[in-house]
């Protein structure tokens, strides 16, 4: 879909963005050009479809059938644990990403419960952010020597609603042969675990738990191995590597470390470092476990790093619609045409991607926050696939959402919900007219978000609020509710988050 489009489809249309060069060696060299790029302009204001929105909140199932059938078809074998030469690896390997509410409705079975049980999950989260970031809590999952690496290839990226714990999954095979399984993707962790039988303690998964005995290709880590010492905080059991994770909510896994194999799509990656955990709590609940999407060695970006040479992208599929995102591994996953920012490295949290924010902008006009506010040192920016609600410095909050106020004057407020203090009645309402909201990076691009990417609905009959929430301290996150339907791509070998061109 191209970028950009006649304003009559606004509705369809995600961004308008600068500085399209696709990154490279070269581009990274001179990166500082994108602060020269002009400014586009873009409409202050477009239609919101009201009645829509409410249909979305009916849920679509998926089969999880139709997600098996990679296995069946010609695999490619790699490897995980040795260095391999790039140019073995041809082509972009694409997996489906999944939203929580379309795997199941078992726990949650309305939108409105839906809804809040989302929002104590995201408290949750971003609370864990903080303390990570802060360095608070050395078992935090961050401090707990969460590092994972990955590769290139891909899945269908499915939403998580009903699964518990994360918001997005992935469709994966475990072992050898492969077993199905649903992982949580988490861009801001380094851990890539499932659960493992023998099963000491458990929580409920959609699956059957993996049973390594039952795979030729586990094999478990000494104590003394490399991979062993790249875990800040391993143990020792019976001669074989431990591993412990914990999460800012009280969720935790522990259990051992081994080297498996792990399918996606028709790309099978042998020696991927996972845990087996045998003990597991929390908020996971129906996903097999986590996979680790971070900046850190361990992650599977990081441990398939030279393979992928860095690179992934994702989409996000939106609320409501019938089709699925996708994650996409190898650098043929970068799009050309796409607006790249600069990845900002933080020593104190290797897991989180960080970008520069110059500024916030409402109906086509840059909000009056100092542009300081975003800056590392004051908290910073990080892009999120597990926090659903973007947060703001208090003080930026406030400027943000009250230029919003004052530009929806003409719509029936409602009472705030949950964490939302700013909500609407479009009870009755077919389609309304709002500001545009808008995301200033630093550099040029300019990231200009539709409608319901920034209005949801919290119930069935017609409560919208705006999405967005002070943040507890000094910390930004950009949340998956912002990114939903936009093609994020991430080239870490070079340093740089690109947005659009395309959208799910």
């Known amino acids: 879909m191209p970028l950009f489009l006649h304003t009559s489809l606004l509705l369809s249309f995600i961004m308008v963005v600068l500085h ?10 001179n990166h500082s050009a994108a602060a020269a790029s002009p400014k586009l302009s873009f409409p202050p204001m477009q239609h919101f479809d009201v009645k829509q929105s409410i249909r979305d909140t009916k849920l679509m199932h998926v089969n999880k059938n139709k997600t098996k059938h990679h296995a069946r078809e010609e695999v490619y074998e790699y490897t995980a644990a040795k260095e391999t030469n790039v140019d073995r690896f041809h082509g972009k390997w694409k997996l489906s990403l999944l939203h929580r509410d379309k795997i199941s409705t078992k726990y949650y079975p309305g939108h409105k419960l839906r809804f809040e049980a989302r929002m104590k999950r995201d408290m949750l989260r971003v609370k864990s952010l903080v303390r990570r970031v802060s360095g608070v809590g050395a078992t935090a999952e961050g401090g707990a020597g969460g590092k994972y690496e990955m590769e290139e290839f891909g899945s269908d990226v499915v939403s998580g609603m009903d699964q518990g714990s994360g918001e997005y999954f992935v ?23 499932v659960q493992c039988q023998p099963c000491t303690q458990c929580y409920h998964q959609s699956d059957p738990v993996f049973d390594p005995a039952k795979s030729a290709s586990f094999s478990g880590v000494s104590c003394g191995s490399s991979v062993c010492d790249r875990l800040e905080n391993s143990g020792c059991h019976r001669g074989r590597c431990g591993y412990q994770v914990s999460y800012g909510d009280g969720s935790y896994t522990k259990g051992t470390l081994a080297l498996e194999t792990l399918t996606f799509g028709r790309a099978m990656i042998r020696n991927v470092a996972i845990g087996c955990g045998h003990r597991n709590r929390g908020m996971f609940i129906g996903a097999a476990g986590l996979l680790g999407l971070g900046g850190g060695s361990m992650s599977l970006v ?14 996000l599929v939106s609320r409501g619609t019938g089709s699925s995102g996708s994650l996409v591994f190898g650098r043929e996953s970068l799009p050309v045409g796409a607006a790249w920012v600069n990845l900002i490295r933080n020593p104190r949290a290797p897991s989180f991607y960080y970008i520069g924010l110059s500024g916030i902008g409402v109906g086509g006009m840059q909000v009056p926050v100092p542009e300081s506010i975003f800056e590392l040192g004051n908290g910073g920016v990080v892009m999120d696939t597990g926090t659903a609600v973007t947060r703001f410095p208090t003080a930026a909050y406030v400027a943000f959402r009250d ?4 530009q929806t004057a003409s719509l029936p407020r409602a009472p705030g919900v949950s964490i939302f203090d700013t909500c609407y009645n479009l009870n009755g309402f077919v389609t309304v007219r709002v500001p545009t909201v808008s995301f200033y990076f630093t550099g040029g691009p ?6 319901r990417n920034f209005l949801i609905p919290v119930d069935e009959v017609g409560t919208f609020c705006f999405a967005f929430a002070p943040s507890p301290s000094g910390l930004s ?14 080239d870490g070998a070079n340093g740089f988050i690109g947005f659009g061109p395309n959208v799910c």
């Not at 990081?302 to 989409?315: D, K, R, V």
């Not at 230029?403 to 004052?406: E, G, L, P, T, V």
């Not at 300019?446 to 409608?451: E, K, R, S």
């Open 20 to 29: 399209l060069s696709p990154p490279s060696t070269a581009a990274s060299a």
């Open 477 to 490: 996150i950009i949340g998956n509710i912002q990114q939903e339907g936009i093609q994020i791509s991430i």
């Open 403 to 406: 230029a919003f106020i004052s």
């Open 446 to 451: 300019i990231l200009t978000l539709p409608a």
């Open 302 to 315: 990081g441990q398939l790093g030279g393979q992928t040479g860095g690179a992934f992208s994702y989409c």
């Open 171 to 193: 469709r994966i095979g475990v072992g050898s042969p492969a077993k199905s399984q649903y992982m949580v993707i988490d861009s801001g962790s380094d851990v890539v675990w």
